[in-house]
């Protein structure tokens, strides 16, 4: 997938100028409440024009103002999720997802592999007023799939959803990256629900892209904002395995020679999640000490944020660690030295 953009559009508070290219996988696109992401999320899909600029998707046009080319939102092969969901109430959960198929004649997705990715068979014949916020949210999904689209927007998909509902949406959500492999674009002004699918952010303020990149390659940049931003560490979960009533051993999807402990089960596919505020430093592993979670790895880089440190320590399980001047002076620590990171089971959270 490639989607290359250069647009320009004049808002009340600022002009919005930005360009840009995105290559397949997921992209969290992330900024805070008038940055300038519901204009670009409209542009993008075709529901407003840019006062100048071009789109193309796969090397298709879709907007050359220049050339007076705008493809209609419906022929873009974009499935778009919206923030209100968008369901027609009048049809029953069935209908509603059939009606993504209007515009498409070639299916690449069919309805019953939508209906079994989301878990939406018990909700065919049901109408939108008789479901949850989360239901609709999955019908909205699979409403778009159905599009066959060869990208997938979803505006704030988190917004209005309790933290239950959200913790229940996130696997869904993981289901599709992991087995349709359509490139999605995921807005959102919540930097932690962002991670939880990606850590390719692209950063807008006030109608412009600060920072384009993996996260933490950001920092330097923009580790003010990142921090405020509630900036978290994240581990795929490959399985666990109860140790002792209470404690678990997590194994992480992406080293599974690290195992985690955590005082609740995570199933396969799930995401642990751990605030760089709660990681100490420690010049060797400490013994007969209550904490249950001692990784060793290497500093590779200390990057100071305002009156904090954040520390990338690189090992069988990358970590960022925030820590106080004052730390770093008492170990001497420097980038390149070897260090233990402890972290409490209670810390981390799903």
């Known amino acids: ?38 204009s670009f999320f409209h542009m993008i899909c075709g529901l407003e024009k840019p006062r100048s600029g071009t789109i193309s998707l ?16 419906h022929k873009r092969r974009m499935g778009v999720v919206f923030q209100d969901k968008r369901l027609f109430p009048h049809m029953t959960v069935r209908e509603n997802l059939l009606f993504g198929t209007k515009y498409r004649k070639e299916q690449r997705i069919a309805l019953s592999e939508a209906v079994d990715l989301l878990d939406l ?10 479901i949850s916020g989360g239901e609709e949210q999955r019908t ?28 229940t949406m996130l696997p869904y959500l993981k289901r599709l990256r992991d087995h349709l492999k359509i490139p999605m674009l995921v807005i959102s002004h919540d930097l932690p629900d962002i991670q939880k699918l990606t850590s390719t952010i692209f950063m807008m303020e006030q109608g ?19 921090s405020r931003s509630g900036m978290v560490n994240t581990f795929p979960v ?36 751990l605030p760089p505020r709660e990681i100490s430093l420690a010049r060797s ?13 290497r500093i590779t880089r200390i990057i100071p944020v305002e009156n904090r440190l954040f520390c990338r320590i690189e090992g069988d399980l ?32 799903g």
Request: net charge negative.
């Open 1 to 38: 997938m490639s989607l290359e953009f250069d647009l320009e559009l004049p808002r009340r508070d600022f002009l919005l100028k930005i360009d840009g290219r995105f290559d397949g996988g997921i992209t969290g696109i992330f900024g805070h409440s008038g940055a300038g992401k519901t």
């Open 58 to 73: 796969n090397g298709q046009i879709l907007t050359d103002c220049e050339r007076k080319i705008h493809i209609p939102a």
């Open 121 to 130: 068979a018990p909700l065919l014949d049901s109408y939108p007023r008789g």
């Open 140 to 167: 909205a999904i699979g409403r778009a799939l159905l599009t066959s689209p060869e990208l997938l927007l979803l505006d704030e998909p988190f917004t209005g959803v309790d933290n239950s509902r959200r913790i």
């Open 208 to 226: 412009r892209c600060s920072g384009y990149g993996e996260i933490f390659d950001l920092f330097d940049s923009r580790g003010d904002i990142l």
């Open 238 to 273: 490959a399985g666990a395995e109860e140790i002792s009533p209470g404690l678990y051993d997590c194994i992480v999807k992406e080293s599974p020679r690290v195992t985690i402990k955590a005082p609740f089960p995570s199933e396969k596919g799930s995401t642990l999640i």
């Open 285 to 297: 592993r400490i013994e007969n000490i209550t904490i249950q979670n001692q990784i060793p790895g």
């Open 318 to 349: 990358p970590l960022t660690a925030e820590i106080t001047r004052e730390g770093v002076q008492e170990l001497r620590l420097r980038e390149g030295e070897e260090v233990w990171c402890l972290f409490k089971a209670h810390a981390l959270s």
